[in-house]
């Protein structure tokens, strides 16, 4: 299995330009979130979704949005980059609750962006 | 909401015990996590406890929860320089989407 993957590792934007941040995984979660990273900050939740289909916001919605068309895709975008979306992006992906498992969060590498 | 708080940086000496602290303010967290971060990577789960525990230990880590106080600790004995690395407290709320809460990170610092 190849976990969860990212792409792309690193971006730079300017103002106002648009993009997607990519996340796959391929162990059949249904649970899969969007976080972002800031210096002593900790991980602030974007974006959740708890299968196909079904989205919700999370901590800082504003200024992104997801959709999830599949099992296995959650992609992330951004629909007018401003300087304060600069940050370190992470996907994670975990099983549903019914699963009687953890709820162990699976993280994928994270890509960097930067706003200029 | 809830909230995870954790002291931003800790320096200690190869060989020695670390100990990593955190609070937390959500009384009905069902499980309670340490994920750890290398540089440029994302983050893995180190050891979780169930919150009607008050001990777990796994090799070198021990993790000790008061419940009553809502402090959660990470120890880990004989601490090498691999072990540098941001250490994440994380609660599960209990619940629906039974959302998980991170904490700030302590970054861990250990000196040769």
């Known amino acids: 299995n190849a976990g969860v993957t990212q792409t792309p590792k690193f971006q730079v934007l300017k103002t106002g330009q648009s993009m997607t941040l990519q996340c796959a995984q391929d162990m059949n979660h249904e649970y899969m979130s969007w976080y972002r990273q800031d210096p002593g900050m900790g991980l602030r939740l974007i974006h959740y979704?708890?299968?196909?289909?079904?989205?919700d916001q999370g901590e800082v919605p504003n200024g992104y949005n997801v959709s999830r068309s599949t099992t296995e895709d959650f992609p992330l975008r951004l629909l007018s980059a401003a300087p304060s979306q600069t940050s370190v992006y992470f996907c994670?992906?975990?099983?549903?609750?019914?699963?009687?498992?953890?709820?162990?969060?699976?993280f994928g590498p994270g890509t960097r962006l930067t706003v200029l | 909401g809830e909230d995870v708080e954790q002291s931003l940086f800790l320096s200690v000496r190869e060989g020695d015990s670390s100990v990593i602290n955190c609070t937390y303010t959500d009384s009905s967290s069902t499980y309670l996590y340490w994920y750890k971060q290398e540089p440029g990577a994302g983050l893995q789960l180190l050891t979780y406890?169930?919150?009607?525990?008050d001990m777990k230990q796994d090799q070198r880590l021990t993790v000790l929860l008061n419940k009553k106080d809502k402090h959660l600790s990470l120890r880990i004995a004989d601490t090498q320089t691999g072990d540098s690395a941001i250490y994440f407290c994380a609660e599960k709320e209990s619940g629906g989407y039974q959302k998980v809460t991170f904490g700030t990170g302590t970054k861990l610092q250990v000196i040769p």
């Open positions: 979704s708890v299968g196909a289909g079904i989205t």
């Open positions: 406890i169930f919150s009607n525990m």
């Open positions: 994670a992906s975990s099983y549903s609750r019914s699963s009687g498992r953890i709820n162990e969060q699976f």
